[in-house]
C-alpha cells in the first residue's frame, strides 16, 4: 500500500512562504495524479494544487500565482511551495495520489499563518 507523509507545516507571518513536502512509500511516478488539498475550520476540503504524471498541474482559484506544486520522481517527492500567505490559507493540508483508480491520503500538517 502507497504511503504518504507530510512535512513543512508550521505557524508563518502573513506575506511568508512555507515549502510542503510529501515523501511517499513507493515510485510516484506510478501515481497518475499527485496533489495537495487542504481542509480549514468550518469548511469543506478542497483541492488546493493537483500535477499529472505528464507534468501539467491545475490550481485552486485561491492558490493560483502564489503556489506552485511539483513533483521528483527519483526521490518519490511532491512539493507545494506556498508564497505571499495570508491568513485564510491556514488549513491542514495532505498529500493525496490516485493510483490505479485507487486514492491515497497523508496524514496532513497544519498550516498556520498569522501574526
Known amino acids: 500500500q502507497l504511503q504518504l507523509v507530510e512535512s513543512g507545516g508550521g505557524l508563518v507571518q502573513p506575506g511568508g512562504s512555507l515549502r510542503l513536502s510529501c515523501v511517499a512509500s513507493?515510485?510516484?511516478?506510478?501515481?497518475?495524479?499527485m496533489g495537495w488539498a487542504r481542509q480549514a475550520p468550518g469548511k469543506q476540503r478542497e483541492a488546493v494544487a493537483t500535477?499529472?504524471?505528464?507534468?501539467?498541474?491545475i490550481y485552486a482559484s485561491s492558490a493560483k500565482g502564489r503556489f506552485t506544486i511539483s513533483r521528483d520522481n527519483a526521490n518519490n517527492t511532491v512539493y507545494l511551495q506556498m508564497n505571499n500567505l495570508e491568513p485564510k490559507d491556514t488549513a491542514i493540508y495532505s498529500c493525496h495520489a490516485v493510483v490505479f483508480g485507487r486514492n491515497f491520503w497523508g496524514q496532513g500538517t497544519q498550516v498556520t499563518v498569522s501574526s
Open positions: 513507493g515510485r510516484i511516478s506510478v501515481s497518475a495524479v
Open positions: 500535477i499529472f504524471s505528464d507534468g501539467r498541474t
